[in-house]
């Protein structure tokens, strides 16, 4: 809480419990719920550097996924070439069988 806040719910209570103590002592207890459910939630919430670590982390493995990719689609890439060759091959195995032994 600022102290604009603080002040207003001063003035506010001031004018309800018509007494400066009891308007200073709700506001202080307040203050204090207010400060301590921070406290409490400290641990869970991040800050600007939590921020700036989970996007340097993000980059990271950005990069190093855009890497696998490349070399996936290079390992990719060379499987489908020797698949075309090998079947190629076997055709023309097979045509080189048929010719030399079912037709003459």
């Given amino acids: 809480m600022n102290a604009t806040q603080s002040f207003k719910i001063y003035e506010i209570l001031q004018k309800h419990f018509n007494n400066d103590a009891d308007a200073k002592s709700?506001?202080?207890e307040i203050e204090q719920a207010v400060e301590n459910k921070f406290i409490e939630k400290q641990d869970v919430l991040a800050t600007k550097a939590d921020v700036m670590n989970v996007k340097e982390e993000i980059t990271r493995i950005d990069l190093r996924i855009s890497g696998l990719e490349?070399?996936?689609e290079k390992r990719f890439n060379n499987l489908v070439m020797w698949l075309v060759g090998t079947a190629l091959?076997?055709?023309g195995l097979i045509f080189t069988v048929i010719k030399l032994f079912i037709v003459k």
């Fill in 26 to 28: 709700v506001v202080a």
């Fill in 89 to 91: 091959v076997t055709v």
């Fill in 70 to 72: 490349v070399l996936f």
